[in-house]
C-alpha cells in the first residue's frame, strides 16, 4: 500500500522537476539575449560617437583604444558565433568595456577636448570684454564645457542637440563672434597679444589708439607692469 | 538495746528539737564537744580564719571564756550550720550554768520552741521576769501578739497584710533614702497580680511563701526543725508558659503584663522578690500586733528592774530565727551596752545566741556584725577525727532510749548526772554486736557493729555529718528497722566495694540462697561484719567475718563457711583522734573508695532485686542511672562482638541487621523502657554480676578490663554470654517462630531489578533464570529506552537506594569473613550456599503474593526487603499492561499503512524504508514542502535497526498472546518500543507528507499545462549588424584617425 503510493508520488514529482527545469532554461536566456543587446548597443554607441567627433573635429585616438575597440567588437561576435549569450561571455564583454574601452576612450577624449578649446576659450575671454552680449558669452563658454566628458557626448538637450554638436557649435561661434568686430590685422595682432598678456607700450601704435577711440574701448585697456 | 523499752521511746529521744526533750534524756545523750572554734570575728564568707581552726576548744573551756564572772555586757553568737549542735551547745550551757552560776544571776532561756515568733514570745511571757514587769501594756501586747489565729485567717491576713503595704509604698520600700526598686506601673502591675486569684492560690500553696512566712510566725506544723527562712524566693515569681496561659483566662491587662515580664527574665523576678521580701518583717509585725521595738523593750525593762534589784542577766538564745519579723530590733536589744545608756540604768547582760552561719550572712544588717566581737562557731563535722566521740555518740543514743525515762531521772537526781552513775540498759537483744567502753561500763551498740557505725558515717554527705543528720539518717533509721523489721535487717543497704570478692562469690554463688538473702547477707558483712570469709572460734562461739553465730541467727541470716584463722587478739581500746577529717579505725577492705557511677548503678539494682514493684530507670531521661543505661549498651556490644556469628551458622549480613538497627538483644526485667529484647535479664544476683561487670568495665575500667578483679567479672560475663548464646543465634534468624527469609527476598528483587533493566532479555521462563546472573556486575541502565512510562517508573525505584541496598544484600550475604570478625575485611564467598538459596527463589518462578512476605518481622533492616519487594510486585502488572497496551498501538499503527503480513522479512522493512528514504530525498530536490520533515537519521536509525524490528514485532505479536505476568516481563524486557516507536513513527510522518506532497505536486503541474513559452529563432540578427558596422568604422579609425 505505502509502498506504491510512495512510488506513485515519486514519479509525480520527477515529472514536475523536469517542467519546471524548461521553464527555468528559457528565462535565462532571454535575460541574457537581453543582457546581449544592452552591451553591443553601448558598443554600437561608442564607436558611432567617434566617427562623428573624427567627422566634426577630426578627432583621432591612440592606437591602443583602436585595440581595444577592435578586441571588444571581438568578443561580442564570439556569442553571435555561439549561438547564444552565456554569462559568463557577457560579463566579460561588460568588463572590457567597462574597464578598458571606455576608459581609454573618456582620458584621450579628455584631453583632446582642452586642446581644442584652450586657445578658442581664451579668445573668447577677450573678446568678451569687447562685445556687449555677455550672456551670448556665457552660453557659448557653456556649450563647450558640456562635450568635456566622452560618456555624455551623445546625451541631447532640448533642441536635439548632441554635446558634441554643441561642442562643436561652441567653437564656431567664438570665430563668428570675431568677424563681427571688423578688425585689421594689426588690430587683431594687438587683441591676440593682449590675450596673451604679452602687448607691450610700443605695440599702442596710433592706429591702435585711433581703433579704440573709435570703438569707445578706452576704459577696456590698462597697462600693468611686467610680473 | 533494749527492744522493749526501746520501741517506746526511740521516737521521743530521736526528736530533732532537743529543747523538748527531757532534762534527763539530754544529759544522757550528751556527749562533751571537743572541736568548737571561738573568734572575735568571722571572714566576709562568715566563717572561722584558718588561724582559729588550729586551736579547737572543748565546751568546757568556751564555757569558761564566756560564762564566767564578768561587769561587761557581753553578746556571744553561736554560729553554725542547721543541725552542727548549736542549741546542743547552748543547751548544755544553760544546764551546766545553773548549776554553777551566782545567786544574783538570773537566767533567760529563750528556747527554739517550735521556732516561731508566737512560741518565742509565749516562752517570753512565761518567764516570771516578763509578767512582773511594770509596763503592764507592754505584757498585754505581748500577750496579744501570742494567742492563737486560725492559720487560714492568719495566712489570709498575711496575704492582703503584703497587698497593702505594696499598695502604700512608693517603690522604695520604706527605705526613703534609696532609689526605687520597681517602678510605678510595675508596681501597680504586682498588685495587680497577686490580686488575681489564681497567682494568689499559687502564693498561698503548702511550701509556698505564705506558707513558710506563716510557719516562722504562728506555727511550725512538721516535727522538724524549721530552719527555712520566712521570704519569698526566685521560684515564687517564675512564670511559665503554661501558667501564663491559665492566666490570660481571667487576669485583667496589669496582671498580665507583669505575668509577660517575668517570664524568662531573671533580672526582674530578682527585683521582685527583693522588693518584696522588704515587706516581710513589717507584715510579720502587723499580724503579731507588735511594733518593731517592743521585744527590745521587753529586755529593756527586764534589764533595769534586775539593776534595781541588783541582778545581772543572762540571756540563753538557742535561733535568732525564731524571732522572725523582730529578730533585727531584738539583736539590737541585746547588743546595747550599758556603759553607752548609763541614764537607763539597766544591769549587765550577758547574751549567748544562735544563728545559722546563713542567717548571719544573708540576714544580718551590716552595722549589726559590726557590733557582734564574740563568735563560737560549731563545725559540721564535729566529730571529724574523733573517732571515739562518733562512737560514743552512737553509745549514749543507743543505751539512752533502752533506758527507762525513771532510771534516768533518777541518775539526774540522785547521781547528779554524774558518769560514776551513768545508768547502763539490760540488753533483750543483740547480745555480740559489739560494745562501747564507756569509763568502766559496756554499752551494747545493736542494731550497730562498730564497723557498720564507721562505714556508715564514712558514707554519709560530708554535709550531713552533724549530730542531727547522724541521729535521723543513721541511727533512728537502723534502731527503727531493728525494731519494726529484724526480719529484713539491714533494709537500707548502703552500696559498697567488694574489695575482697571471695566472700562475695561465697555468697552469691551459694545456690541455696534466694537473691534478696544474698544480698542481705552480702551487705551485712561487709558492712557490719569485716567484710572477710574468714572464721574462728572463740570461747565456744565462732565468728564469721568478725560477728558471732548469734547475730546472723538473730536476723535470720545463713552462716556461711569461711576460711578458718587463729582467734585473733583482743581488740584495741577505741584510738582517739588520728587527725583525719574522717574517724579512723574502720577495716580497710569494706571502706575502700568505690566509683561514684558503681556505686549509684549497683544501688539502683539492688532496689530492683528486692523490691519486686521497683522499676529499672534505664532511659537517657536526667531521672534514670547513665551507667546502667551504658551498661545495657555494652552488653548489646559485647555479644554482638564476642558471639562467633558465623560458626553458628549465622550470616554477618544477618547480624548486622539486628545490630544496625539499635536492637537490644538483651533488656532488664522490670525497666523503664519498652523493648523487643531477646533476652531479658531477670531480677536476681547473677544479673546484678552482669550488670556490674559491665558498669566497672565502662566507669572503671574506663572501657576495657583493666581494673582490679577483672578477669573475676569477664569470666562471669563470658560464662553467661554462652549460656545465653543459642537464644540469641535463634533470635538472630527468626521472629515469631517463623525463619526469616530475607536473603530470598532480595534476590526476588534483584531478579525483577536484573529483568527491568534488560539483563534477562535472553529469557522467557522466569524458571529458567540463573543464579550467575546476580553475580555480574549488571549496572543500573540510564539510557534512553522505548519504554512506558510505568515501566520507567518502576525502574527508577528499583536503580534506587532500595534495590542498591537488595543488591548488596544478595552480593554480600554469603560472605564469609576471614580472620577477625569484627575488623577483618577479607571475604570468602560461599557460592554453595548462595547457589542453593538462589535457586530456591529461582523455584517459584519469582511468584510472591503479598502472604508470602514478611511485613511483619520486627527487625525493620530486614522488613524493609519485603516492603521492597511489595512496592515491585504491586506495581508489575500495571507495567505489563501499559506495556501491551502501547505495543499493540503500535502494531495496529503500522497496519494503518502496511499489512502485517506485508514485513515479515528484514528484506520487506528495508524495502519500505528505502522508499521512505527516496520519497523526502525526491521531494527534497522538487522542493515540496514536506521535505522539511527529511530527517535523514531517522531513516538511517530504522535501517539499522531493521532485524531488531522485525523481531519487535514478532514480540509485539507474542507479547499479545501471553498471559503470565512474569513471562510478559521478561519479553518487555527486550524493549520492542525502543525500535518499533520510530519505525511507526516514520511511516507514520510519511503516510502522512505523501498526501500533501501529491496535493502539492498536482497544484504545480496545473500551471505548466496553461503555459506556451515563445523563445524566438534568430535573436542576434540586429546586433551582428551593429556589430559589422562598428567594425568597419573601427578599421577605418585604424587607417585614418589614428593619433601619430
Redesign the interface.
Known sequence: MLLDDLSKSIKAMKLLDTRETDRLTAEKRAKNDADFASLVDEFGNSVSVLKEAITMLDYRVSLETVQTMEDCSELLRGVIDDGVAESSKLYDIRQHISKKMLPNLSKEWKSFHQGITGGPLAKLHTLGRLVTDEKGVTEVRERIAAGDNWNNLSMLNENGDSRLIMLKNGLDEIIHMEEGLNLNDNVRAFIDSVTKRNAKVSDITEDIVNWIKKEGLEDRFIVAFRV | MNREIAKRRYMDVFRPDVMHSSHGDFLATHVPMKKLYVTQQLTDHAEVPEQEKKNPKTEEEVYERFMGEMEEDQFVLVIGDSGAGKSHLIRWIDTVHKMRKSEKEVVLPIRRADNTLKGTIRQLIDLPEVKSLPNKELYKKLLSAATSVPEKELKETIYYQFIIQITNDDGKAGDEESVRRINNVDRKHLIALLQNSLFKDRLMESDGPIDRIYGKFAENKSNEVNDTVAEFKDEDFEIDSEFRNKLLLGADDKARKIADKLIDNNEFVCAVKEYINRFVEKVIQRCAGLEPGDLANVIEEIRRELFRQGKTLTILMEDITSASGVDDSLLDALLTDKIEYPEKQMCRINAIVGATDGYYREKFKTNTKGRIHNFVYVPDDLFGGNKKGLLEFFARYLNTISLDPKDIQQWVDQGKGEMETYPVHVVTIGDGWGEYKLGDKHINLFPFTQNSIMFLYDKQDIAKRNPRSLMRDIIETYVKESIEQLEDFPVHRPTFYPSNPELQNAIYNNINYDDSTKLRLACFMYVWGDGTLQTYEKKGVRYVAGLPENVYKELGLPVIDGNKVVVPTEEPSVPESTGSSSPEGARVPAREKENEQVMIALQEVDKWIDNKDYKLSIGATTKSVKALNNARKNINTFLFNSIDWQSEGVSNNAVQKVKNQDKFLVAFDRQTQKSDSVITLPASIESRGIIEAFVRWSEVGKESWNFNNSTDYLLRVQKWGDSIKPTLVKAILHYDDKKSDYFSFAVAAEFYRLILNGYCKNYQDPHNLSPELLLRKNQAVSGENGHTKSWNDLLRIVNGSDGAEARTCVLQYYNLVQGDVVHSINYEFDALAFNKAVKGVIKTGLHYETVDLQLDDPVKKRRLYSEYLKKIIDRLDIVVNDEKAMLALQLANIEK???LDDLESTTDIE??ID??G??YS??Q??H?SIAIHYDLSKINYCKRNVEQIVKAINVAKQVAQTRDTIESLLLLSRDPLVCLKPFVEL?NL??AD?EK??SE??M??KT?KT?N?D?GDT??S???Q??E???K??E???EH????
Open positions: 499503512s502496511v499489512s524495502d519500505l522508499e521512505i527516496k520519497f525526491q521531494a530536490k522538487s515540496i511511516l510519511a503516510a505523501l506532497t501529491n505536486v498536482e504545480r503541474m505548466y503555459e513559452p523563445l535573436p542576434y540586429r546586433q551582428q551593429i556589430i558596422n562598428c567594425a568604422t573601427i577605418e579609425v585604424r584617425h589614428v593619433v601619430g
